[in-house]
């Protein structure tokens, strides 16, 4: 994940070096999002017990996949929503 950050973070540097205004903000918010996440997942998993969850605890992992899956899916049709209704 940090190579991943560290790529976004550069592409978007060199994106507003360019000009492209618009690929460094989206490139911005992607990285801060990423970092949010990040930061969601320490304080969520405080122990790192997801590789002993996935070998003791099968069903509470899957439980609790499936849990973060709707919550990302719930947060990005939100987005999608907000930004529809700034554009009209």
Avoid: E
Avoid at 7 to 12: D, Q, S, V
């Amino acid at each position: 994940m940090s190579a991943l950050t560290f790529c976004t973070l550069t592409i978007g540097l060199w994106s507003v070096g360019k000009g492209n205004i618009r690929a460094h903000q989206r490139f911005m918010t992607g990285s801060y999002f990423g970092l949010v996440g990040a930061f969601i997942g320490v304080i969520a998993v405080p122990d790192r017990r997801l590789p002993q969850m996935a070998i003791h605890d099968l069903a509470g992992l899957v439980l609790w996949v499936a849990a973060l899956a709707l919550t990302a899916g719930l947060t990005v049709a939100g987005l999608l929503q907000l930004r529809m209704k700034v554009r009209d």
